[in-house]
């Protein structure tokens, strides 16, 4: 199975600030990966989808890079609402997710 | 709108069996491949299962091959999780996800606790 690592694993931040979650892939997965919120009790949402396509009604703060193995979701200017905690997904071969980002309030 | 809805989540002692139900609208269902995903307690998301649009092509988790049975019924566009021999590691949270090349929609979940 392809192990998806993300970092951190937590962080805090304030509202405004510019957050970049990283994950990494254990072997390539071209541009199949999306990336998830969730909020306490909540299912995941989806924010992006081939690694750099974001859903439609997803905020433009939000956005994705990379390819291969290494993967970016950047927050460009951090809202309240955005203190979740964020999922990476593989869906190259048989889907599997990394271990989460939490992002708190500072 | 894409609506998942779960059901049939629960307590149940070790060794025990459930079913969970997915009840799909707002699209094609047979069109759709469908997953099963699950949470345990404050940890993070775990692929369960998958089926294609057809039923031609099932997948498992090792954690739950020999165990669970995933299938679907494309009349009444509904998907389903057998679950069989539950243990306590499988306390969790489970969602339906209708997967697609454009990320996956998913249900609200419903809750299975497997305790004495």
């Known amino acids: 199975a392809i192990r998806m690592t993300q970092s951190p694993s937590s962080f805090s931040a304030s509202t405004g600030d510019r957050v970049t979650i990283t994950c990494r892939a ?23 989808y081939a690694a750099s396509t974001l859903q439609s009604g997803v905020p433009s703060r939000f956005s994705g890079s990379g390819s291969g193995t290494d993967f970016t979701l950047t927050i460009s200017c951090l809202q309240s609402e955005d203190f979740a905690t964020y999922y990476c997904q593989q869906y190259y071969s048989y889907p599997t997710f990394g271990g989460g980002t939490k992002v708190e309030i500072k | 709108e894409v609506q998942l809805v779960e059901s049939g989540g629960g307590l149940v002692k070790p060794g025990g069996s459930l079913r969970l139900s997915c009840a799909a609208s707002g699209f094609t269902f047979s069109s759709y491949s469908m997953n099963w995903v699950r949470q345990a307690p404050g940890k993070g998301l775990e692929w369960v299962s998958s089926i294609s ?64």
């Open chain 1, 26 to 48: 254990s072997q390539g997965i071209s541009s199949y990966l999306a990336w998830y919120q969730q909020k306490p009790g909540k299912a995941p949402k989806l924010l992006i």
């Open chain 2, 53 to 116: 649009s057809s039923s031609s092509y099932i997948y498992y988790a090792d954690s739950v091959k020999g165990r669970f049975t995933i299938s679907r019924d494309n009349a009444k566009n509904s998907l389903y999780l057998q679950m069989n021999s539950l243990r306590a590691e499988d306390t969790a949270v489970y969602y339906c996800a209708r997967g697609s090349q454009k990320g996956w929609d998913w249900g609200q979940g419903t809750l299975v606790t497997v305790s004495s």
